[in-house]
């Protein structure tokens, strides 16, 4: 029983195919043409594989390989979805470690106990819908179906219309369903594992993650004849605070980061000075107290920068997970299976949000990384080498096996 | 002989319904849908007014009066274009001003020996096609019809496929021809007649203008689990340069005016470090000597900022025009008309690009300005009251007389 490096690479680059960018990287937008023809795909390759292919009210799928007892399964899932000009590997490649583990498993013979059940959840990233991991969170009653199905993308179009249309709006409830655990592998998406010299990291939890929105409304005028003296210029206000944002980061240190991802000018062109300025700021640190603390120090900062310009503003609180532990059993689990896959790894926090989080609020659950080149993804350049992707690919199947327990 | 202020008021209010917005604003960009029916509405008036109506190759729509003598005209135009959520003053306000001095002579029974034309100039906001002014620029033969035909706007599309879309791709050649005098009348869209209590700027020049573009290459990557110490933020780079700019200006202080207006941002997300910024830096000062002194403070600013964040990046110096003094005896003249009128008038010098500014390049110009509410222009607040207006139309009307000669 083991897993096949080649058939995981050409799956990787069948998949990356779809949605792939001139460059090599992904542009597969959740429920977009690419999403589409990539879950088509997908469910071809699980039910080739013999699962039980099922599609739930937020259009997550589910295929289900059955165990000898009537017993909750074992869950290996991740997502499809990418950003805009994202990379092969983060979502897509966590899918595909867990269909090449069904592979190992039924090329093994190998029966479990348990089932395993392969799960794709939609619009993880939330780069097109947000918040992110949008279905998980509604699988985990952490946000409500009416509210995920009116989410509109940047056009206005809603997320259960994108569904319908691509015809993965499943009947099947998206609500808590009882589990033995949840394995996802993900790329590391950060430095350490590679600076490390690592090929696998044990997750032991996630970290805390808050956004917030602000919206900063100055004078729109002429650039020309309207003196500085007079100016109340959006768009110098908010570039403040960008600095701002940093500078709080410098300042509480340690592992908090914080950036401004998204930012919208309006009218936005050469010759009229901004009225309007939206920007998103996203905030992440082990510690839910650090989290605070950064809000803490951002408020005065917007609130006196915005005084000084001369200009209005809302400063909203959005969206917050606090810190994620996993599963204590689950973890000690994944890292026995580090170990006999021969791989070097160490315990590791994520400092992204994935659909884990959510899984981990109604059952027990983990996570596998796996190194990123220079530590980079979100991006064409994302990459990840295949004997890197083997370990954990090994570290998922051995630890899914543990889990569900051998027949 | 005399302007009819309700006949005018009736021609601003029907106009400006034409890409009117909810707030009583005005988005009329260059050659969309609404700028034909603007354009059509019009051209109907001015033949209705007994002109001869002719396309050029740019869409500039010229309408003449026939003179007694064969002699140059004196032409008398503006544009009809808006910024978005603009305002209904900017632009139309010349050509209804110039469409109502022709419908006081027609009323008075007025010949003049030149020959007096309307003219609506093309694209002069460059909100949609850049540069600015483009269509005058081309009949100045400073900017190439071939290139001004490549514009395109931000959805690829190029210049001369909407003039013939819209049908205002004419046959006549877009070249500088003769004139005796070019008046335009205009909103100040600066606060100082507002301030000091007059109604009519007579203007005699225009400030140097200089447009560039920074480009800054970044690092894309993920917002969470990258560490602060790795970062290469195409944002926060650009953010300090936007600082930089209004820095430069309070340094150097006097008429100087300095904008970011056109600020975008890629991938734009919440969760992604942003890998690349593109900015405009538009630069405005009476004196070319200052714009010079300006780029020389920004320019080491930049790569300071970009060093310090580990960033590439590319500054375009892509267009510049120089400080453009009016022909003097034709400021004369409307200072004259100007005093005649009955206005509170002063001199004064254009902070904003105009048509008249090409125009003083191939024939003697002027400009006739009337005050801005609160100094506020491109905006949807925009407002000159309508007795200002009838100062302001009196004036063009009587230095058209005077230029053009009665007969």
């Known amino acids: 029983m083991r897993i096949d490096k080649g058939r995981l690479e050409r799956s990787i680059e069948e998949l990356g195919r779809i949605g792939q960018t001139p460059r090599g990287g992904l542009t597969r937008l959740a429920l977009s043409d690419e999403d589409k023809r990539g879950r088509d795909w997908m469910v071809a390759r699980m039910r080739e594989a013999g699962l039980a292919v099922t599609v739930d009210q937020m259009g997550n799928i589910f295929g289900q390989r059955r165990g000898e007892a009537a017993l909750p399964p074992v869950i290996m899932g991740s997502h499809i979805d990418s950003v805009p000009t994202g990379g092969k590997y983060d979502g897509q490649l966590g899918v595909l470690c867990a269909l090449e583990v069904v592979r190992a498993l039924n090329d093994g013979g190998i029966n479990t106990r348990c089932p395993i059940t392969l799960a794709i959840f939609t619009n993880e990233e939330g780069a097109r819908f947000q918040p992110a991991m949008i279905a998980s969170g509604v699988m985990a009653g952490k946000i409500a179906l009416e509210d995920a199905y009116n989410a509109r993308d940047k056009d206005g179009i809603r997320l259960v219309d994108e569904l319908e249309r691509i015809g993965y709006l499943g009947a099947e409830p998206c609500v808590a369903r009882p589990f033995r655990a949840y394995l996802e592998l993900h790329i ?10 690592l ?14 929105r602000l919206t900063i409304h100055g004078v729109q005028d002429h650039a020309g004849p309207t003196p500085m003296r007079v100016r109340h210029d959006a768009l110098v206000a908010a570039a403040e605070v960008v600095g701002g944002v940093r500078r709080v ?5 340690g592992d908090l980061v914080a950036t401004v991802g998204n930012f919208v000018v309006a009218p936005n062109i050469v010759n009229a000075i901004p009225g309007r300025v939206m920007l998103s700021i996203d905030t992440r640190d ?12 951002l408020e005065p900062i917007v609130r006196d920068v915005c005084a000084r310009e001369g200009v209005r503003y809302e400063l909203e609180h959005y969206w917050r997970v606090p810190y994620t532990p996993f599963d204590r059993d689950v973890v000690d689990t994944v890292e026995r299976a580090a170990k006999a896959s021969g791989a070097r790894y160490r315990r590791i926090r994520s400092g992204a949000g994935h659909d884990a989080q959510y899984m981990a609020a109604i059952g027990p659950a983990g996570m596998v990384f796996v190194p990123s080149r220079d530590g980079r ?15 954990g690919a090994t570290t998922l199947l051995l630890a899914a096996l543990d889990l569900a327990g051998r027949a």
Do not use: K, Y
């Not at 980061?249 to 240190?253: F, Q, V």
């Not at 510690?287 to 809000?295: E, V």
């Not at 993804?377 to 370990?391: G, K, L, N, R, Y």
């Open 199 to 212: 090929t696998v990291g044990v997750v032991e939890g996630i970290v805390a993650i808050a956004w917030s």
């Open 188 to 197: 590391e998406q950060g430095p350490f594992l590679e600076e490390e010299g």
């Open 377 to 391: 993804s979100h991006c064409e350049e994302e990459f990840t080498a295949i004997d890197d992707i083997e370990h």
């Open 249 to 253: 980061a410098r300042e509480i240190g």
């Open 286 to 297: 082990p510690s839910d107290a650090t989290l605070d603390r950064a809000r803490a120090m």
